[in-house]
């Protein structure tokens, strides 16, 4: 049953993706011009990320702060929409969601899925997927996703810890319903901003 889940997922995953950019290709034309008029740097964000049984790979999300932030000020931990290495349509791109938007293409190659635990940095919240714990790893058992349980339940509000183990009650959980049920609450939740900043952890 659950080999047919994971095939029916892919498929979903397939038609999903190519079918969603399809549509949304004058919303991605229009958002690249934006950030090209409005902050000097790259339409797209490429950064190395951990997917499935911890293999790195790139994500390409729109550009929403200036180029090489993270090296500056805080590094990757972002207290709110006022920090000033967010561009202006970063914030907005930031507070819809928006930025994620080019994943799709992701999905489509096979590095990621719609729905599944949100694919972290190379080095954190640990420092490669070895450091991983191993109760932590079981989370790397599937593709990494757009959205998943964890960012329509508690999203940043939480420790990554604390992420970590949603993202296996998701694994243990996973069939296609509860990928359309996490699909559907994504949209209902898209324009919401709460939960997206914290104080004390970095931002996935």
Do not use: C, H
Not at 7 to 30: A, E, N, Q, T, Y
Not at 74 to 86: A, M, P, Q, V, Y
């Amino acid at each position: 049953m659950k080999s047919l889940n994971l095939f029916i997922k892919r498929l979903i995953d397939l038609f999903g993706s190519l079918l969603g950019l399809i549509i949304i290709s004058p919303i991605l034309v229009v958002l690249a011009i934006l950030i090209k008029l409005t902050s000097n740097g790259p339409i797209f964000f490429r950064q190395e990320r951990l997917g499935k049984n911890g293999k790195a790979f790139r994500i390409i999300k729109f550009r929403t702060m200036v180029v090489d932030a993270e090296k500056i000020g805080d590094g990757l931990t972002l207290k709110s929409e006022n920090d000033n290495r967010i561009t202006k349509i970063g914030k907005i791109l930031r507070a819809t969601s928006l930025d994620e938007l080019p994943q799709l293409f992701n999905v489509l190659g096979g590095q990621m899925s719609l729905v599944g635990p949100r694919p972290p940095v190379t080095y954190f919240p640990y420092d490669g997927f070895e450091n991983y714990p191993e109760w932590a790893k079981k989370r790397f058992i599937m593709s990494p996703g757009m959205t998943g349980l964890t960012q329509v339940t508690v999203r940043n509000s939480v420790s990554w810890d604390d992420r970590i183990i949603v993202d296996n009650e998701y694994i243990d959980g996973f069939n296609v319903w509860l990928d359309i049920k996490i699909l559907f609450k994504t949209v209902y939740k898209l324009f919401k901003s709460e939960n997206i900043y914290m104080k004390t952890e970095k931002k996935q």
